[in-house]
């Protein structure tokens, strides 16, 4: 069967700031500039989840997309939205909450959830010009 | 020479309804929900299809985008435009139009009508947070 | 108060062709060309709507945006989406679901469930070049 | 000469959240649900500045979209990017930071530098699905 | 019958600089900056034309967004797109081709093809951030 | 570390035309058609740059995306933004502007800016429905 490449968009709005506790206030805001604001500011973000795999000749699905958008909605949504990434999301305890970082801890969130014949790519927009892909 | 994707946007409005022909009512109901409802639904489909080669010294093309969105015109918006996609398009007969399975039906399409130096990709939004990609 | 303005955007999928009973098929083909297919067609339907008030000093609000958006959800996405408008919604058994049209009546529905000193405007995208506005 | 409206479209990153000093935590909580994190969360605010007049038959501006960009950025942008509009925007400080609040204080800030033979509206996305126009 | 505004969007890609004979270069530089480039600069630009009246009951149509669709096409596209507005369309021999200026020109064009009884209205994108309304 | 890709979205107006100087203008007429006007055109060129690397451990950054963004801003908007491409720019003296080319040459000037451990691939819109995308 053609091994296809199914693509689901979601977003979630969350406050974060970037911070390395190993470093001074000053030298934080010296690498990270207003993005280390420690009042926080906010993005809303947009997710895209790609997930590749063969078609089911049965359902014409690769996976059914409301299965993932369910997924995405209970494993990230529900985690990530309205929420403070610093302070109220333990995966940003100690990981900077850059778009990098995040992309990473929605793919491995993810990884664990769908079955390892499928592959999976995260999309992450934090402004519609700064955005981040990670494959695994 | 280098070796560049150039893409083309391009869409059609059609109706269509999942549906698995070896399936009761119910069992169609049951796994693709109001998707599957009878009298039909649609979509604005929204189509890239990217093509990648070698630029042409002459030109500078890797193909005319002017040919490209003719092609695209006569294979594929000419055959789904205000079309009913299981009723109407005969790929479709045996075929359930997830858009899976429209990609693919795509790609095919232009696979034969773009010379073999040339590989293709085919991105197809159902909507703007559902969508499928099949490079063959 | 200051007198201010909320727009929420919602969505719905539907089938619908264009289609006056009164003609014949070859009148309606005539006028209406590829939108009057007999077999449908289908779009991704994309509504804003405004509602105009003062604002409440107490919440903030004209209206609270949330309540807006389960009230269209209800009203219009679950009377909607995934729906034939000619054949599953009352609204359109005598009346075209032109563009113009499904504006007028979702704007009717709301009309009604909306408090009377806010006004109310609906603008309904049938595609991202094709969209109307009604206000009353 | 013609009356024209001229319209600029800037951005800025904030977190907030929507809270009612006068009450307890649970009735905040009650009434704006996840938006009164008191932790914050935050958005991607866009911004449309809208200025009617007549066009200048020298220039052939209504007003210098360059000025009106410059504008923006000092009065607007450098006040509320990378804020935290609850604790960093004097504004905010009795008045709920409610995407129809952010307009109007917006608006009276621009209205003051901005000559009174020019009306003013401003729009403001919250989230590409929640925003407000505010026109004086 | 209800009053409806239906909107076509439409686009041509264009040449233009800003430039005002009555100066000279210098002073034309010093108002209109590198908007002034004697080598000229471009754009895409996008236009919303919206039109204004009764909805026709045998139709469903304030007016038939295809015989709109082709006026724009006919009176606007055939006259703009690919061209130098500077130097190849004779509205702009004397008037400086500024966003504000070019929609004056739109709806003048327009205005003598469309019935009196139907209001206008057009709105250019020069770019996603700089774009003018004009409404007669 | 993981490896993921950063992008960055800019953006730069310009003029040009497609010619080959070795032809004559019936000969550029036939091959580019209207792209060829000798008045030239413009667009409103949307660019999307990509760097993949490691995430460095200490900052979160495969590279800082507003380090990424100047760069952008020095190397190739102050080079393009409101010029005549087939004029101004050198590097188009005796290259095609295409969508390709121009492609090929913004990959070109990035790559010497960028250490060698960071892979780049440039995205090019020269109209929202035609691009271009290199990778080296």
């Known amino acids: 069967m053609p091994r296809v490449t199914i693509h689901r968009k979601a977003h979630f709005n969350a406050a974060h ?59 990230i949504e529900e985690a990530f939205d309205h929420k403070n990434l610093n302070v109220e999301v333990a995966d940003f305890k100690t990981v900077n909450p850059t778009v990098e970082n995040i992309s990473v801890v929605i793919y491995n969130k993810l990884r664990t959830k769908i079955r390892t014949s499928l592959d999976i790519s995260v999309k992450l927009y934090e402004t519609p010009r700064n955005f981040a892909t990670y494959s695994g």
Chains 1, 2, 3, 4, 5, 6 share one sequence.
């Open 17 to 75: 700031r970037l911070f390395n506790p190993a470093w001074s206030d000053e030298k934080n805001l010296e690498v990270f500039g207003k993005c280390s604001n420690p009042h926080y500011h906010g993005h809303n973000y947009e997710l895209i989840v790609s997930v590749t795999g063969e078609i089911d000749p049965v359902t014409g699905f690769v996976m059914d997309l409301s299965v993932l958008r369910k997924l995405i909605q209970s494993e």
